[in-house]
């Protein structure tokens, strides 16, 4: 299993600042991380670390080549359980992620329901959510089909985060086989689950995974917050079992996998931790 990293590593930089950095740690690999659909004054102006969803994927190729980086996935972390909206990112950018991937050659595409910010979205009622989630994820399912490429589901948001709300979401999609789950150890044990038991209920579908490690202060949030953004401290710290988690997925279908970790010193500490228990 080979360990990359998210390209959101300093704040206030372009994509090609943070490929700069990633490599100058030591990583061969990393995701494209924070995205968008047309233009971006800050992406024009050298101050957000974003790529456009329609970009030439010979662009962003040649721009991860330049620092001697493999592209592993494309992320698309949409907010599927408020009401469709221009302004909103939901399907029309995953659909989008999608074609930029096979155009860069990349099989993974990840994405998940997110938190709602309308007390229209929260009102939903489980089955509902199920519902919604999946009528978005329809089209982008078919299209990923249709280019080679799978779409994966990450813990989250309140459906992803739980064993049950994951298994609703591919079911009712008809669990095809390009659709998967991002295992990711942080996310899944914020939201209530325990990450070693879904890693082995989604062993066969785990496709890639994003290691997260929280100290135990989080307790409080656990059950209540639905998901973040990167770890604050190293792996191994903290009160997730990441070699629990490994120790299922080592010799499952995940090829990369990608730290979210905030902090240079944390970061290569969280490599070196995987890397003692059998990462590349």
């Known amino acids: 299993m080979k360990v990359g990293c998210f390209a959101l590593v300093d704040p206030f930089s372009v994509v090609d600042h943070q490929l700069e950095r990633i490599a100058g740690l030591g990583f061969k690999y990393a995701d494209v991380t924070d995205n968008h ?33 493999t592209i592993t996935s494309v992320c698309a972390h949409a907010n599927l359980l408020d009401a469709s909206s221009p302004a909103v990112y939901g399907t029309v950018e995953i659909l989008k992620a999608i074609r930029l991937a096979a155009g860069l050659g990349v099989t993974d595409v990840i994405t998940t329901e997110g938190d709602p910010k309308t007390e229209w979205g929260h009102n939903l009622a489980p089955a509902e959510r199920v519902f919604i989630v999946a009528e978005k994820l329809q089209e982008p399912v078919r299209l990923a089909k249709a280019l080679g490429v799978r ?6 948001g309140i459906l992803t985060d739980s064993i049950d709300g994951m298994q609703a979401i591919l079911e009712r999609l008809g669990n095809p086989a390009n659709l998967g789950v991002n295992m990711d150890t942080g996310n899944s044990w914020l939201g209530g689950a325990d990450p070693v038991e879904m890693a082995k209920t989604f062993k066969e579908i785990i496709w890639h995974i994003h290691w997260k490690d929280l100290p135990p202060d989080w307790e409080a949030k656990r059950g209540k917050m639905y998901g973040c953004g990167f770890g604050p401290i190293a792996l191994g710290e903290g009160v997730i079992d990441v070699a629990g988690v490994f120790e299922v997925l080592k010799d499952g279908k995940a090829q990369y996998s990608t730290l979210e970790v905030g902090g240079d010193d944390n970061m290569l500490k969280s490599y070196a931790y995987l890397k003692s228990l059998g990462a590349e």
Do not use: C, I, M
């Open 37 to 69: 659909s047309g233009g971006l004054l800050g992406a024009e102006f050298g101050f957000t670390g974003a790529l456009s969803l329609d970009s030439n994927p010979a662009d962003v190729k040649a721009l991860f080549a330049k620092h001697g980086l």
């Open 151 to 156: 779409l994966l589901l990450e813990p989250h």
